[in-house]
């Protein structure tokens, strides 16, 4: 772009609500113009910048829409503050909850790359629970753990994982051996940890095992918790793959079958209506999206 050439304010307008609504249509709507005028404002930006800002024909953002489009909205939201207002609220506040495990060895991990991209932004995080959707305050964006989908809320659908038994070394040595845990009799003799997280009937179906879901053994309702435990020798772990691969890693669980089972339970990212019109809860959402890619 040449030096001094600001984009006019109606196509980085069009830009980030295209951007965020993923829809021509919807983003027309908006703005109360046609979806034509969307259109021709991106072809017009995106010639002005000499970029490609989206990478598909979903609109999912380049990586150089993504850095952009970060730019576009503190742009915008300084626009919109009245003169004389200043920042003297002090920083940007995003209020996040959060999950246990999956903050632990999803979130947190990569969590340096948005406070890079993102400076300005002050993460207060707090802990969720799952399937119980439980948070001691009002956060602006939740991680729900479920089947979804969930009312009342947008939601995007940010993680799915694969289910494997999994126990200690020590364990198997002392109950094994099981060779692919797939049958009635492998699955008889070993000492099953629960969870309500985790339903064994998942991998009781998948391997054609007539068994019901065990009612009697140890239980944990924290995914880390039932890792942890299994690798203590508590027995053998219906453990998910993704949040599972550090215990996986470090030799404390040995996975008992090559065969992998999809969990019909998912992580969501959800928010009420409305709240993706502030540019970092917008910019967090649209982070995460790339991260977990």
Known sequence: MAAGRIPPIHCLQSFE???RLRSV???ADELSVTPSAVSHRMRQLESQLG???FARGDFSLSADGAAYL???REGLQALQQLPGQGHAAGPVRLRLAVTPTFSRQILL???ALFRHAYPDVELILQVAIPLLDVKAEEADLEVRYGTGPYAGVEQLRILSDEVVPACSPEYLHEAGPFDGFDTLEQVSRARLIRSPLESWNTWFRACSIALPEPREGAQFNDVGLMLDAAAAGFGVTLMRLKLGRDWLANGRLVRLSPRSVPSPNHHFLCW????LERWEC????DWLKQALN
């Open 17 to 19: 609500a295209l951007a």
């Open 25 to 27: 249509t919807l983003a």
């Open 51 to 53: 970029v490609r800002l």
């Open 70 to 72: 970060a730019r576009v």
């Open 109 to 111: 991990p990569r969590l």
């Open 272 to 275: 009420k209506p409305g709240v």
């Open 282 to 285: 917008a910019a967090f959402v």
